[in-house]
């Protein structure tokens, strides 16, 4: 399982310290699609840093190509107070694009499933 938690560079940057969002994706593409391995991904929620459209499709995107065989969603599991309403339909909004594409999801996060109204499976 890897976890992207981004779906940019200048978000991978500012969630993970690092600019490495282009090697990521492309030894995951390598690894992934390529060589037909099976690769999960991770995307952990960060109210305020990643839990936006734009990041949430890239990942999206990014599962899409490599063929992911599943997706986790998760939330910062040391500020689960911060999950908002916008972070949650952001974490709904990506259950949903994984979903449409026949990508299997689970929700890895207590607080978040329950502000979800899910249980642990989505699909």
Same mark, same amino acid.
């Given at each position: 399982m890897v976890s992207v938690d981004s779906g940019t560079r200048d978000t991978f940057? &500012? /969630? &993970?310290?690092?600019?490495? #969002?282009?090697? /990521? +994706? %492309?030894t995951l593409h390598r690894y992934g699609r390529e060589s037909n391995n099976a690769i999960d991904l991770k995307y952990i #929620? =960060? *109210?305020?840093?990643?839990?936006? @459209?734009? %990041? /949430?499709?890239? #990942?999206?995107? =990014?599962?899409?190509? !490599? @063929? *992911?065989? *599943?997706?986790?969603?998760s939330s910062d599991l040391l500020n689960t107070h911060l999950i908002d309403e916008h972070t949650v339909s952001?974490? @709904?909004? =990506?259950? @949903?694009?994984? &979903? %449409?594409? *026949? !990508?299997? +999801? %689970?929700?890895?996060?207590?607080? =978040?499933a329950e502000k979800m109204k899910e249980g642990v499976q989505c699909q």
């Open positions: 940057v &500012k /969630v &993970k310290g690092v600019d490495a #969002f282009n090697r /990521v +994706c %492309d #929620f =960060l *109210s305020g840093i990643n839990d936006n @459209e734009v %990041d /949430v499709e890239g #990942f999206a995107v =990014l599962a899409n190509e !490599i @063929e *992911s065989n *599943s997706v986790t969603i952001m974490a @709904e909004y =990506l259950r @949903e694009k994984v &979903k %449409d594409m *026949s !990508i299997l +999801c %689970d929700i890895n996060s207590y607080a =978040l």
